[in-house]
């Protein structure tokens, strides 16, 4: 199963926030979130995510900043 590590009796959740993933890897801009089987790229306040996960800068001068999620399982 998809995000989990074990030996066929046990399993545990594997961090994905830990090494490669789709999430922006600047702490200034990304967020990685690990939950069991999966994890949630997010971006601080004042970035706003694409669809490839990396966290652009807006301008709050011409938007109104806002928190945007993106869900990988």
């Known amino acids: 199963m998809d995000g989990y590590d074990g030996d066929g009796i046990s399993c ?19 967020i990685c979130t690990n939950f069991n089987g999966g ?19 807006i301008n709050e001068c011409n938007d109104v900043g806002k928190f945007v999620s993106m869900f990988f399982t």
């Open 12 to 30: 545990s959740d594997i961090d994905e926030c830990i090494g490669d993933n789709d999430c922006d890897a600047r702490p200034e801009r990304g």
């Open 39 to 57: 994890y949630n790229c997010s971006c601080q306040p004042g970035y706003d995510i694409t669809a490839s996960g990396i966290c652009n800068d």
